[in-house]
């Protein structure tokens, strides 16, 4: 809100807000237009959460991120996280995008090919490689839970004898397998149902890939209508849970393997995903700039 100042003739006249320089970045494309947009707000210092909050719900993009001063001496820079609705302590294609403005404006300067990024969840190293960047997830968590109705769109769409689980690496997400990538690719999914039988009111599905020259091993969908996001264009977080629940099952396709996301809105995301060898899984992709000017908020 602008702030009111006395004139000397007794009006009162709103002094403008504050500029902040902003990006709006599109993550995990190879071209604009290709990945999730993601708005970046690079001097939030000063911005307290209620501020932060409602610029995200106006900008209205699946997340927002905030560079604030870094409270960690090991740290690269600091970043908090919101979607339209919530601050999330991780996500992550906000934090692959995160660290492209960074080293991009400035802000950070890779050591050795390597950042520490500080947001909600901790530090995460990332590494930068020519045009990829990638980040290290948190460790992943699942969660013992009672097992929920599925909405009649998802079971119809599960492959036979899985059930949903919940899974934690910052965010929560229900994880559950498709029966095939074209029974996924067709799913219209029930935004509200999702919302309501669903804890958090976020899904994840995921299916092996049929054709081995498309160029990805994985297909993935998700929806997160709990937290005013639909369904996500390209989702980090979702992909390196699915990473971690495939990789202690036995079950990645290739160690790295590539999943495609965003197709069904007009997307063509690629998320590139790696367990190593202590059972860490890191996200990464390119990024591109679309929009670079300022906000006054």
């Not at 702030?3 to 000397?8: A, D, G, Y």
Request: glycine share 10%.
């Amino acid at each position: 809100m602008a702030n009111l100042s006395s004139e000397s003739n007794g009006m009162t006249r709103k002094r403008p807000a504050s500029k902040r320089r902003y990006l709006q970045l599109d993550v995990f494309a190879d071209r604009p237009g290709a990945g999730n947009p993601l708005g970046v707000i690079l001097d939030a210092d000063g911005l307290d959460s209620a501020r932060m909050q409602a610029l995200a719900a106006w900008l209205n993009l699946s997340e927002t991120v905030f560079f604030v001063p870094v409270t960690e001496s090991a740290a690269s820079y600091h970043v908090r996280i919101f979607t339209p609705r919530a601050e999330l302590p991780f996500a992550g294609h906000p934090s692959v995008g995160a660290a492209w403005a960074a080293t991009n404006s400035g802000l950070a300067t890779p050591r050795n090919g390597e950042l520490v990024q500080q947001c909600g969840a901790g530090l995460l190293p990332v590494r930068v490689d020519g045009d990829t960047y990638t980040v290290r997830s948190p460790r992943a968590l699942r969660r013992d839970t009672m097992t929920p109705m599925l909405p009649a769109s998802l079971a119809a769409t599960a492959k036979p004898g899985c059930v949903p689980e919940l899974w934690n690496n910052g965010p929560d997400w229900w994880l559950l397998e498709a029966r095939d990538e074209a029974s996924l690719r067709a799913l219209q999914a029930d935004a509200s149902a999702i919302a309501t039988q669903l804890e958090g009111g976020k899904a994840a599905l995921f299916a092996f890939a049929k054709d081995a020259n498309a160029g990805h091993q994985l297909v993935v969908r998700a929806f997160a209508p709990g937290v005013g996001v639909p369904e996500d264009p390209v989702t980090g977080s979702a992909n390196a849970l699915i990473g971690n629940l495939l990789d202690r099952h036995g079950r990645l396709p290739s160690n790295p393997y590539t999943s495609s996301q965003g197709r069904e809105l007009g997307r063509d995301g690629k998320v590139q995903v790696r367990v190593d060898a202590e059972g860490d899984v890191w996200i990464g992709g390119e990024v591109q700039c679309v929009i670079e000017g300022s906000v006054q908020w």
